[in-house]
């Protein structure tokens, strides 16, 4: 079973590569993408997306950029921000535009691992309670 299905958005291919081998060496469907339009790209083909690992420097436009517009059009998917270089204003903006969490690379494997389990859990309590609020609203009108 897949325990989680992740966007990593990167414009660093071996970075890519070797994130995408660990991840999945733990049972994760890992999808990648080189920039913030390719990105949105790949969610909107694939609904399975649970996790965004997103760079917060890109060609194109910024990961902060590209975090707002994922939060716009794709609210449960959670966003864990990645920087080589962070400043702490962008990780304030990042946590204020609703990523999961922001962490510093080079980041330990299993950190990240355990912060992707997190974010899965919570879509998925989103997801269930949504489906349940939907359950009992259909039940209420037949009832």
Not at 38 to 61: F, N, R, T, Y
Not at 71 to 98: C, F, H, W
Request: aromatic residues 4%; glycine residues 6%; negative net charge.
């Amino acid at each position: 079973m897949t325990e989680a299905n992740i966007l990593l958005v990167d414009d660093d291919a071996q970075f890519i590569d070797v994130m995408r081998k660990r991840l999945t060496m733990r049972s994760m469907e890992v999808f990648h993408a080189g920039s913030g339009e390719e990105a949105m790209q790949k969610l909107a083909s694939h609904g399975e997306i649970e996790v965004v690992i997103l760079d917060v420097k890109l060609p194109g436009c910024s990961g902060i950029e590209v975090l707002r517009l994922i939060k716009q059009q794709y609210p449960l998917v959670e966003v864990i921000m990645l920087t080589g270089n962070a400043t702490v204003e962008s990780a304030i903006d990042g946590l204020r535009l609703g990523a999961w969490d922001y962490l510093m690379k080079p980041c330990n494997i299993e950190v990240l691992v355990e912060k992707v389990k997190e974010a899965v859990e919570k879509k998925r309590r989103h997801e269930e309670k949504i489906v349940d609020a939907r359950v009992r609203e259909i039940a209420s009108r037949r009832g």
